[in-house]
T-cell receptor, first 115, second 110 residues
Framework: GAVVSQHPSWVICKSGTSVKIECRSLDFQATTMFWYRQFPKQSLMLMATSNEGSKATYEQGVEKDKFLINHASLTLSTLTVTSAHPEDSSFYIC???????????FGPGTRLTVT | GQQVMQIPQYQHVQEGEDFTTYCNSSTTLSNIQWYKQRPGGHPVFLIQLVKSGEVKKQKRLTFQFGEAKKNSSLHITATQTTDVGTYFCAIKKGDYKLSFGAGTTVTVRA
């Protein structure tokens, strides 16, 4: 089956610093990946669609200059949280769409804590 | 855009009992997917429904799509501790984007 990995699984950073999260498709090529954030006990909120070789498409209300997405290859998308603040602390999950049903396969997530 | 409402938000179930979680929309849906997220884990795809009145079963899980394609349900029989987690319904939009419901968090009393 489709396997998606994320690195790191958790990270603690100081306010004002930037954090990069990697999302890799291990056994398939993904021209499109998705980035979500999930607050405790809440649903997944789509942040952006990452497109290989082109600019990401951001959802309304998501600052593209704060959440930089790069999809340089068919197996890697990165999300960089720039100048992180405590309110950016969240669970960030990536996914890739595969299969006839268009089901999404999710990475294990990255828990970001900004102090 | 299309949104789905999920109820109940929390479901506390005695082990061995059945329960149902519902997903409702005010507009007709072209499809609906269901995912399960274990505590501390990530969502895992369970199933997709596309046909009016469709019913699909996966062991103790029964998924149903309403005749009007405005609602869906997930029914679990003989609940086990392994059923603990949050169940999300999601609708697929253009470009394979998903819009998730709020989820039903299930806890099981042994």
């Amino acid at each position: 089956g489709a396997v998606v990995s994320q690195h790191p699984s958790w990270v603690i950073c100081k306010s004002g610093t930037s954090v990069k999260i990697e999302c890799r498709s291990l056994d398939f090529q993904a021209t499109t990946m998705f980035w979500y954030r999930q607050f405790p006990k809440q649903s997944l909120m789509l942040m952006a669609t990452s497109n290989e070789g082109s600019k990401a498409t951001y959802e309304q209300g998501v600052e593209k200059d704060k959440f930089l997405i790069n999809h340089a290859s068919l197996t890697l998308s990165t999300l960089t949280v720039t100048s992180a603040h405590p309110e950016d602390s969240s669970f960030y999950i990536c996914s890739a769409s595969l299969g006839q049903d268009g089901e999404q396969y999710f990475g294990p997530g990255t828990r970001l804590t900004v102090t | 855009g299309q949104q789905v409402m999920q109820i109940p938000q929390y479901q506390h179930v005695q082990e061995g009992e059945d329960f149902t979680t519902y997903c409702n929309s005010s507009t007709t849906l072209s499809n609906i997917q269901w995912y399960k997220q274990r505590p501390g884990g990530h969502p895992v795809f369970l199933i997709q429904l596309v046909k009016s009145g469709e019913v699909k079963k996966q062991k103790r899980l029964t998924f149903q799509f309403g005749e009007a394609k405005k609602n869906s349900s997930l029914h679990i029989t003989a609940t086990q501790t392994t059923d603990v987690g949050t169940y999300f319904c999601a609708i697929k939009k253009g470009d394979y984007k998903l819009s998730f419901g709020a989820g039903t968090t299930v806890t099981v009393r042994a």
